[in-house]
């Protein structure tokens, strides 16, 4: 995998074929594979085109490091908090 991957995509405003980072690309994925969809924004027209994503995209776009959003029902019964334990500093004092 190589820092920088790159996409082909259309835009569905101007039709136009854009070429963007994976930096460039939004990807959210919902609770099933058909409310998940990837969103960019159109270099040639401004537009903010946004897309379904099928597995294999979904895929191609986590695999190059594409930000990634995961669509969770507001105020679900079974809200997860994940707790992280804070770390201590290390403190380390050079002895002679
Ligand atoms: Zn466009």
């Known amino acids: 995998m190589e820092p ?3 996409f082909k995509v259309y835009c569905s ?6 070429e ?6 939004r ?4 609770r099933t594979p058909a409310q998940s969809h990837y969103s960019f924004g159109c270099p040639l027209c401004g537009a903010s085109v946004r897309k379904q994503a099928g597995e294999k995209i979904v895929a191609a776009l986590t695999g190059a490091g594409v930000r990634t959003m995961r669509l969770v029902p507001a ?3 079974g809200a997860a908090g994940a707790v992280l334990p804070s770390g201590g500093t290390g403190r380390a004092e050079a002895g002679g």
């Open 4 to 6: 920088g991957t790159r």
């Open 75 to 77: 105020g679900g019964p």
């Open 27 to 30: 990807l959210t994925l919902g």
């Open 13 to 18: 405003e101007c039709r136009e074929k854009v």
């Open 20 to 25: 963007l980072p994976a930096e460039e690309f």
